[in-house]
């Protein structure tokens, strides 16, 4: 999910720091009881440290909720970060020294807190520091990053710009800036950013590229027919963010579809309206599943990957996968695996058919195609045993086990606007539609609708409800 702070990941991060802290104690009452020098070693029976863990585990707890602030590790600085890791700990000390006061509990080891202190400080910002080193390394690697379109190219745009130049390990990735006046395409904003077009080619700028988010940096004032386009980008799944310019009653849009959050964005306040499933922590628990369950499927489905990989050499000349270009989130375009169910020249036969298409979309269908390999091919395609190359897909980080299915790059390019907010989650192995009743005589628009009904209202248990489904038309062939 775009918005990276949900509540149940900072409620994780909290017990991660108490468990760290408690560490910390533990670890400081025994160096200061055992391991110290004979000098400086030893600790009294009074007073009880137990209580004394206790009124840390309290103090710490009320720091982590009620003033530490979870920020994302995309956005904030490495030094900030460290910085309100000291914050805390000092404030849990003092809030520690308070309690202590209060309850007269008195000749409690110096030392000991002091060695306390410092584990603590070190154990908190040395996780910090190798969390933030590592997913900086992943993104540089061209993991996990978002593309991002700028409007506008004055001081605010550039502000933008140059705080992406200054946190090269955020994972953003700047295509280009767009402007009101058609004589600055091509103009230089800051080295290396460029005006790719105009404010008004918005549209055919997100079929073009893959954008993850458009930032709009300039008066919304400014902007001709400012609410058409964020409703432009709201209706394809682009995320939008915007610059304050305390001008926003100027835009008068209410989003319908996006919710709207007030963010940090590389220390930039911004207001954001995000076109993605709800929670972070449903979605991590969707991820692991997919990478857990398709491993496992891998693994007990084995034998039949050999079986059927002799079956189609065997029936056919070709190699026994057929891997094609398609189109996942915001466009981005990968490689999908599946067995062999055509002829080697499928590709070259297709323009000869296209009259004979059942489909009312830019999808290709009909009932009885003669590229099909006989009997084999029909049996795999009939029962969607074809598609189990895609579990590799899925361990790929490339797809998800349930999702809309993924396009073909010449169907995307006939998408109408409202059709391509299906790109905006990761495509699936098995969808809503591909479980449905008499599923081959859904038209093409109800079948969009179907994946933007999944998208926008999105669950954990309507995901394993799909999944057993679809284990229900496997086993029953009603495919085609």
């Known amino acids: 999910m775009v918005n990276e702070k949900s509540q149940l990941i900072s409620r994780l991060e909290e017990f991660l720091d108490l468990v760290l802290t ?140 140059t705080a992406v130049w200054s946190r090269h390990g955020s994972g953003y990735r700047i295509i280009g800036c767009l402007d009101t006046d058609l004589r600055s395409v091509g103009r230089e904003v800051v080295p290396g950013v460029r005006v790719i077009d105009t404010i008004s080619h918005l549209e055919s700028v997100l079929k073009r590229h893959v954008v993850d988010e458009l930032i709009v940096a300039m008066p919304v004032k400014l902007i001709p027919g400012a609410a058409r386009l964020v409703a432009l980008a709201e209706n394809m799944g682009v995320s939008v963010r915007i610059i304050p310019d305390w001008q926003l009653h100027a835009l008068m849009y209410e989003p319908a579809i996006a919710k709207v959050h007030f963010e940090n964005f590389l220390d930039i306040p911004t207001m954001a309206l995000h076109m993605a499933p709800p929670e972070l922590g449903a979605m991590m628990i969707k991820h692991l599943f997919d990478y857990v369950v398709s491993a496992v499927l891998l693994v007990l489905t084995s034998p039949f990957f050999i079986v059927t990989a002799l079956a189609v050499k065997l029936s056919s000349k070709g190699p026994v996968f057929f891997a094609q270009e398609r189109v996942s989130i915001h466009g981005r375009v990968f490689r999908l695996y599946k067995f062999r169910t055509m002829v080697d020249n499928a590709d070259a036969l297709l323009d000869g058919l296209k009259p004979l298409n059942e489909s009312d979309g830019p999808v290709f269908k009909i009932t009885k195609d003669p590229r099909i390999i006989p009997y084999l091919g029909t049996f795999l395609r009939k029962t969607g045993l074809d598609e189990l190359p895609q579990l590799i897909n899925v361990l790929k980080g490339e797809m998800s086990l349930i999702g809309p299915r993924p396009p073909i790059p010449s169907e995307v390019e006939k998408y109408e606007i409202w059709q391509r907010r299906r790109l905006s ?52 062939g009603s495919g085609r």
């Open 22 to 161: 408690v560490s910390a104690f533990v670890a400081a009452y025994f160096i200061k009881r055992d391991f110290l020098p004979v000098e400086f070693r030893g600790l009294a029976t009074e007073p009880n440290y137990s209580m004394i863990l206790l009124m840390v585990i309290i103090s710490w707890y009320v720091v982590f909720t009620g003033f530490y602030r979870y920020g994302s590790y995309r956005s904030m600085p490495l030094g900030k970060i460290i910085g309100n890791v000291f914050t805390c700990v000092l404030m849990g000390f003092l809030f520690l020294t308070l309690g202590m006061y209060l309850f007269k509990i008195t000749d409690v080891s110096r030392s000991m807190l002091l060695i306390f202190v410092s584990l603590d400080f070190f154990f908190l910002a040395g996780t910090r520091v190798a969390v933030f080193y590592f997913l900086r390394s992943i993104r540089e690697q061209g993991y996990n990053t978002r593309s991002v379109v700028v409007i506008g190219t004055k001081e605010r745009a550039k502000d933008v710009l």
């Open 425 to 476: 989650m990761k495509p699936g192995l098995s969808c809503t539609w591909q479980v449905s009743p008499r599923r081959n005589d859904i038209s093409f628009e109800g079948w969009m609708r179907m994946d933007l009904d999944y998208i926008d209202n999105w669950s954990v248990w309507l995901d394993c409800k799909i999944f057993f489904l679809t284990v229900r038309t496997v086993l029953f």
